[in-house]
């Protein structure tokens, strides 16, 4: 059945139009080659060789009418297990219907309930009789007050020194000379980027004469000097 037109639907039943138009929309469109391309299977390398076993072996006729052996027979059947095995027990066991029917004697019920914690009360001599004490009061020995006692400080101990001390009068009266204003003054020279050389050597300082305490200072330790 070709259909030419969506007026001559309507003389149908039970048809959707507007999967019919999904339809000649995915149909009239054309494919891009690299769709096409991705479409089509994957070949198998050049160097894939069938090297793999297939699945179903093939068996001979000569094993399909062979008749095994009786230590064939005997290594195919299945262990038996030691005497005196037994399967393991059951968690759940199934109780009678002796025991679901049974009723507890008294005594039963009596060890049956919780064990509950007994109280010693004892009524203080030195308080009035409305209040009670947990047990006998005992007084601690000498060696426990001696280890509750606090740890005494040193005699000699000397407490740390205060971060702000006070400043004596005569210190904040005072006015510096001008040689500690020069010294406290940092000295100035280039950065690195503006062209100082750390490394550069003064001509006073290539000038300079050792002094004899110099030059001793420098000489190497007599231990450490190999005799020739």
């Not at 064990?115 to 000498?142: C, D, N, Q, W, Y």
């Not at 009266?173 to 406290?184: F, I, N």
Request: with cysteine.
């Amino acid at each position: 059945m070709t259909i030419t037109s969506f007026t001559k639907l309507k003389h149908y039943e039970n048809v959707n139009i507007n999967s019919i138009k999904k339809v000649i929309e995915i149909v009239s469109t054309e494919l891009t080659p690299r769709l096409e391309k991705l479409a089509q299977g994957k070949q198998s390398s050049r160097f894939f060789k069938e090297s793999r076993r297939s699945p179903e072996w093939m068996v001979s006729e000569a094993a399909l009418k062979a008749c095994p052996s009786q230590r064939v027979c005997s290594l195919a059947s299945p262990r038996v297990p030691v005497d005196g095995w037994r399967p393991d027990r059951p968690l759940l066991a199934p109780l009678s219907v002796a025991v679901k029917t049974a009723k507890p004697s008294p005594r039963i019920c009596h060890l049956a309930q919780p064990k509950r914690a007994k109280m010693v009360l004892t009524e203080a001599p030195s308080v009035e009789s409305s209040t009670h004490a947990f047990g006998i009061p005992t007084p601690p020995s000498s060696r426990i007050l001696q280890l509750a006692s606090p740890k005494q400080v040193h005699a000699q101990h000397v407490l740390s020194r205060p971060v702000s001390g006070p400043v004596p009068d005569r210190v904040l009266k005072a006015v510096a000379s001008e040689s500690l204003q020069t010294l406290a003054r940092p000295k100035t020279r280039q950065a690195l980027f503006e062209g100082y050389d750390p490394y550069r050597v003064s001509p006073a300082a290539r000038a300079a004469t050792a002094s004899p305490r110099l030059i001793e200072l420098s000489l190497p330790l007599p231990r450490k000097c190999k005799s020739q």
